[in-house]
């Protein structure tokens, strides 16, 4: 009989003995001991790009190839190139992509859904008809009987723009009221009504339709306060039966259904920023956009408007020559704000028959 071999020998477990660690295994296409992370938070450019609403695949190729492309400052005409949108400037025609962390919904809020994110009473929200993988909130206030247009997102500096006064983006809305409103109702519209927190004024209204026992009216805000509109019309004696918010500064509903949403493109929250700054910097000039002080009345020039030189610090008036003009202003005509671009009408999709 044949002695056992070393094969043949019972194996010794010992607390002592360790597993070996696994050599890990290269990567694809790339030499033995070359090793690269599995996801290193690269992403081809024109896919980016795609994603961002620029267009198609190939044609996303097709900016990139003819140069109109830049990241961080740099031109990027290959195709093929990986970036990272999240830490990487990405423009295009000298347009920043937005970060793809920001999030922007429009939405046709229905009548009965509330705004707040918390509601103690577990009535339907805004936040709960739209996808929810970020932290969203509603910009500006739509009340529960109120209807229409309402974005959603989780961009601070976005709200901020759209919602504070000093920024004047407009609001435009249809109402139906209880009775036909006067031309004198529609002029104290337009110079102001006195609420608790102050005067609230309508920018522009107009008398759309009229019933027998009830109208239609076309008002624009740039502020909003607490029930702004049926407040004012309370006063006047007309209680408002519909309200429906269709328009946000160069953003029309369209044919969005209630209830319904989509997701801005990037162009869209371009528009909508620079209309807001627009606003605030347009007698102002580059630099002060973003600084969100209020313009200066017309006829006379802001304190930021007036040169240094010849006119001590900023804020201080210029010296005056003998004949009554500036130093700085040879003309004699005082710097004016641009006039505000006109919006896009609105679009009442889903209007109900109005009463009478």
Same mark, same amino acid.
């Given at each position: 009989?044949?002695?056992?071999?070393?094969?043949?020998?019972?194996?010794?477990?010992?607390?002592?003995?360790?597993?070996?660690?696994?050599?890990?295994?290269?990567?694809?296409?790339?030499?033995?001991?070359?090793?690269?992370?599995?996801?290193?938070?690269?992403?081809?450019?024109?896919?980016?790009?795609?994603?961002?609403?620029?267009?198609?695949?190939?044609?996303?190729?097709?900016?990139?190839?003819?140069?109109?492309?830049?990241?961080?400052?740099?031109?990027?005409?290959?195709?093929?190139?990986?970036?990272?949108?999240?830490?990487?400037?990405?423009?295009?025609?000298?347009?920043?992509?937005?970060?793809?962390?920001?999030?922007?919904?429009?939405?046709?809020?229905?009548?009965?859904?509330?705004?707040?994110?918390?509601?103690?009473?577990?009535?339907?929200?805004?936040?709960?008809?739209?996808?929810?993988?970020?932290?969203?909130?509603?910009?500006?206030?739509?009340?529960?009987?109120?209807?229409?247009?309402?974005?959603?997102?989780?961009?601070?500096?976005?709200?901020?723009?759209?919602?504070?006064?000093?920024?004047?983006?407009?609001?435009?809305?249809?109402?139906?009221?209880?009775?036909?409103?006067?031309?004198?109702?529609?002029?104290?519209?337009?110079?102001?009504?006195?609420?608790?927190?102050?005067?609230?004024?309508?920018?522009?209204?107009?008398?759309?339709?009229?019933?027998?026992?009830?109208?239609?009216?076309?008002?624009?805000?740039?502020?909003?306060?607490?029930?702004?509109?049926?407040?004012?019309?309370?006063?006047?004696?007309?209680?408002?039966?519909?309200?429906?918010?269709?328009?946000?500064?160069?953003?029309?509903?369209?044919?969005?259904?209630?209830?319904?949403?989509?997701?801005?493109?990037?162009?869209?929250?371009?528009?909508?920023?620079?209309?807001?700054?627009?606003?605030?910097?347009?007698?102002? &000039?580059? #630099?002060?956009?973003?600084?969100?002080? !209020?313009?200066? *009345?017309? /006829? =006379?020039?802001?304190?930021?408007?007036?040169? +240094?030189? &010849?006119? #001590?610090?900023?804020?201080?008036?210029? !010296?005056?020559? *003998?004949? /009554? =003009?500036?130093?700085?202003?040879?003309?004699? +005509?005082?710097?004016?704000?641009?006039?505000?671009?006109?919006? !896009?009408?609105?679009?009442?999709?889903?209007?109900?028959?109005?009463?009478?």
């Amino acid at each position: 009989m044949p002695a056992p071999g070393p094969a043949d020998k019972p194996s010794r477990i010992t607390s002592r003995r360790r597993p070996k660690p696994a050599a890990p295994a290269p990567s694809r296409g790339g030499a033995a001991g070359a090793f690269r992370p599995v996801d290193d938070g690269l992403e081809r450019l024109q896919k980016v790009l795609a994603a961002a609403g620029l267009g198609s695949r190939r044609a996303c190729e097709e900016l990139i190839t003819t140069g109109r492309v830049e990241v961080d400052r740099k031109v990027v005409a290959e195709l093929g190139s990986r970036v990272d949108p999240r830490r990487q400037e990405i423009r295009v025609d000298g347009e920043r992509l937005p970060d793809p962390k920001r999030v922007v919904f429009m939405l046709n809020k229905p009548v009965g859904v509330v705004t707040t994110n918390y509601d103690p009473s577990g009535r339907p929200r805004v936040v709960d008809l739209v996808p929810g993988e970020h932290r969203l909130f509603a910009i500006g206030r739509l009340d529960r009987m109120s209807e229409g247009l309402i974005l959603v997102t989780n961009d601070g500096e976005l709200a901020n723009l759209l919602a504070h006064p000093r920024y004047g983006v407009e609001k435009k809305y249809l109402v139906q009221v209880a009775g036909v409103p006067t031309t004198e109702t529609l002029d104290k519209l337009r110079k102001g009504i006195q609420l608790a927190e102050g005067t609230a004024r309508a920018q522009h209204v107009t008398l759309k339709t009229q019933h027998k026992q009830s109208s239609v009216l076309e008002m624009v805000l740039d502020e909003g306060k607490n029930r702004e509109i049926r407040r004012m019309l309370a006063q006047l004696g007309h209680k408002v039966h519909q309200l429906k918010r269709v328009a946000v500064g160069t953003l029309s509903l369209g044919g969005l259904l209630p209830g319904q949403h989509r997701l801005l493109a990037w162009s869209e929250i371009d528009a909508l920023r620079r209309d807001a700054l627009a606003h605030v910097g347009s007698a102002r &000039g580059p #630099g002060h956009e973003a600084r969100g002080r !209020r313009p200066a *009345p017309a /006829g =006379r020039p802001g304190r930021f408007d007036r040169p +240094r030189d &010849g006119g #001590g610090r900023p804020g201080k008036p210029p !010296r005056r020559r *003998p004949d /009554g =003009r500036d130093d700085e202003h040879q003309s004699g +005509r005082p710097l004016r704000p641009a006039p505000r671009p006109r919006k !896009r009408p609105g679009k009442a999709s889903s209007w109900r028959k109005p009463r009478g």
